[in-house]
């Protein structure tokens, strides 16, 4: 069974450029999170999705983040424009609805904003 | 926010010996779980504890669950080289499908 697969594995941009990242959750995984860590931190939720719907998406910065997932399978986070302080990497996740198992988490996308 | 504190925030020991890592809470949860993260990598579920257990095993692991306290423990026993990674605790709370991690523990394991 495949992962949850994220790309880019790496990003480096000028504070003020736009950046995306994308992810592809499991196959039949219909709750997809998205994840924020700052160095020497856990993981903080931006948005949690449940299908196409954002469900929680309290801690994410509206005024510049956005986040889709048009046919409720893979997703995409955007920063725009981007500040110093976004430097993080961003983890997607996703699991089975109804399920109060385990997450199942991409490698990540390491953000560096310059 | 981070709802969890792990304790200690690192840790290094030699290969063969224990690692106990504890996490306190600060909500009523429905589960607590644990995770590893390697490296540069993404994170690894390890084990899933309920609210109405106090223990649980699974090879090497052992965690403990005292809801009066809001605290949990991990426990490795015989720890090898490989076992050097971040470990979080975190928990689902009443809202089911969201976990709010803990600020982790970082192991090192010297061979």
């Known amino acids: 069974e495949a992962g949850v697969v994220q790309s880019p594995r790496y990003k480096i941009i000028e504070k003020k450029q736009p950046v995306a990242f994308w992810c592809n959750p499991i196959s039949g995984h219909n709750t997809l999170y998205w994840y924020r860590q700052n160095l020497g931190q856990g993981p903080e939720l931006l948005i949690r999705?449940?299908?196409?719907?954002?469900?929680?998406d309290s801690q994410l910065p509206k005024d510049r983040f956005s986040a889709e997932r048009l046919k409720g399978v893979d997703s995409t986070l955007k920063i725009q424009p981007a500040e110093l302080g976004d430097s993080a990497v961003y983890l997607c996740a996703s699991k089975v609805t109804q399920s109060y198992n385990e997450q199942f988490f991409g490698p990540g996308t390491r953000l560096t904003v310059l | 926010s981070q709802q969890g504190e792990e304790d200690p925030q690192a840790l290094s020991i030699q290969e063969g010996e224990n690692a106990t890592m504890n996490c306190s809470y600060k909500?009523?949860?429905?589960?607590l779980q644990w995770y590893r993260q390697n490296s540069g990598r993404g994170l690894v579920h390890l084990i899933l504890?309920?609210?109405?257990?106090r223990e649980k095993h699974s090879g090497r692991l052992r965690v403990t669950l005292d809801t009066s306290k809001k605290s949990s423990s991990l426990l490795i026993t015989a720890s090898r080289a490989a076992d050097t990674a971040s470990y979080f605790c975190?928990?689902?709370?009443?809202?089911?499908?969201?976990?709010?991690f803990g600020g982790g523990t970082r192991l090192m394991v010297k061979p």
């Open positions: 999705y449940e299908n196409e719907e954002a469900v929680d």
């Open positions: 504890i309920r609210s109405n257990e």
């Open positions: 975190a928990t689902d709370g009443n809202a089911g499908n969201m976990l709010t």
């Open positions: 909500t009523s949860i429905n589960n």
